[in-house]
C-alpha cells in the first residue's frame, strides 16, 4: 500500500522527502556506521546535528539574540507546569481559554499560584476568539497565557491579545512555523513539535533571555527548570535526539521551500480550498467563525453524527485518512500543516462534493 493523504491532528504528516533521507541515513548517518539513534548525545556528529538545528530554526523564524531555544521532553504538556514553575514569580498569571488546552494549561498553573481567567470563548464551545484589545489584565501578573491556535476547534489569534506590558506566553504546538512570527512580541514561545514540526517526543521552547532565572519555585525539579537546559545547551541530560535530528531535517526542508513566509501563502492557498467549498455546500459546515479560522486545523460537520461517520469511514478507503473530529467533539477535522500538499486537498475537496452529492 502507497502513502495516504494523512489529516491527523497530531502525530501528524510529515514532509515525504524528509522521510526518505532519514530512511536513506538509517543504518549508516553519513559514515558515521551508525544510526543517529544509535550514537553519544555528545558526539561531535550529534553536536552539529543539535547546533545546526538551533541555528536553522533561528533563520527560520528570525529569533533574536536575547531569545534561547531550548529543546525538551515531555511534549506541550510538560510546559504546563514548566511555565508556572519558572516564571510565577509573583505567584500570579493571566490566561485566556480558547479551548481544551488552554484549560489544561490554566488548570495545571492553579496549582502553583493565583490564576485569572481575563477572557473565554467558552460560551459558545470556543467556536471564536475573544476579543483581547481590553482585557482586565491583572498589575501583578507574571504573565499572560495563550494557545496561538486551537488544535481541537480550529480558531487562530489573528492579532496578540494586548497584554498590557506584561510578559506573552503562546503555545503554538499546532501553528508552528506555519507562517511568519515576531518574536519580539512573546516572552516565551513553546510548542510540542508532533502538529507541524516533527516526531513526538520533542518541545521547542524559545524563551526571552531575562525570563530565565535562579529565582524558580521551590521544589522545581531540575529537569524542569529552564536555566538548566539553556546553561547546558540542551544537553543536560539525553535529549530526544533521534527526534532532534528530524526536527533539523524539517527546518531545512521548510528554508529549501523558501521560508516561513512561502509556507504562510501555501497554507492559506490549501485553506482558502477547503473553507470556499465549506462556505459554498449544502451539505457541510465549517463550525468557527470566519475571522477566526485557523490555517491549520479545519473542524467541519454534517449536522448528523451517523452521516458524519460514515463520511469518515468513506473517506478512508478513499486514501483520505484520519478526518474525525477530536474524539471529546466528533464531527470531522482536516489538519492540513505544512507537510499537506495542496493535492491533499484538492483530493479531499473532491471527494466531499462526490460525498455531499451522493447523500
Ligand atoms: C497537541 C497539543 C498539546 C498537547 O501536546 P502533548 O505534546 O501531547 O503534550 C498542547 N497544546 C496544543 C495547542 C496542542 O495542539
Known sequence: MGRVYNF???PAVLPEEVLKEAAEEMLDYRGCGMSVMEMSHRSKAFQEIIQEAEQDIRDL???PDNYKVLFLQGGASTQFAMIPMNLMKNRVADYIVTGQWAKKACQEAQKYG??????SSADKTFSYIPDCSDLPISPDADYVYICENNTIYGTKFKT????KGKTLVAD????FLSEPVDVTKYGVIYGGVQK???PAGVAITIIREDLITEDVLPGTPTMLNY???????SLYNTPPCYG??????VFKWLKKMGGLKVMKERNEKKAALLYDYLDHSQLFQGTVVPKDRSLMNVPFVTGNAELDAEFIKEAKAAGLENLGGHRTVGGMRASIYNAMPYEGVEKLVAFMKEFEEKH
Open 160 to 163: 496578540l491579545p494586548n497584554t
Open 244 to 249: 532532534i535530528y528530524i526536527c533539523g531535517k
Open 114 to 119: 493565583k490564576v485569572n481567567v481575563v477572557a
Open 196 to 198: 507541524n514540526v516533527g
Open 227 to 233: 536555566k538548566v537546559h539553556a546553561d547546558a545547551k
Open 61 to 63: 523564524m528570525g529569533i
Open 8 to 10: 491527523s491532528a497530531g
Open 172 to 175: 503554538v504546538s499546532s501553528c
